[in-house]
């Protein structure tokens, strides 16, 4: 699975149907969802996109879900994450907190079951761009 700056597919999964009515998420919220529980943990530079610019970075703007994809299908999620990892620290430590920090943003905020958390490090960020 490549990670890409877009998720390739526009979909929502239905995650409570009742007399008032459904509630939906759609990928892009999973993933925007785990974009920025990556970027909370200690050691984490930055979110790594995918091959060239988009559109948005030449005119300034960051994507919410830069270097995230998402795949939820049947109430389950698999999700890739590309991050720079800042000089100095573990970068097992740091990819395994990532792991466990976005798992449960996303189970806690959707209700969704969390199968994978794949972690791909782009890059260190050394000097005064780590700090």
Known sequence: MANEDLNE????VTIESGVTGEVKIADDVVAVIAALAAQEVEGVGDMA???GKTIMAYVGMKKADKGVHVDVSDG?????ISITVKYGYSIPTVSRQVQEKVKGAIENMTGLRVADVNI???GVITGE???
């Open 49 to 51: 996109g995918g091959i």
């Open 120 to 122: 791909r490090v782009a």
């Open 9 to 12: 597919k526009e979909t929502e």
């Open 129 to 131: 761009k780590a700090e």
């Open 76 to 80: 389950v999620v698999r999700t890739d």
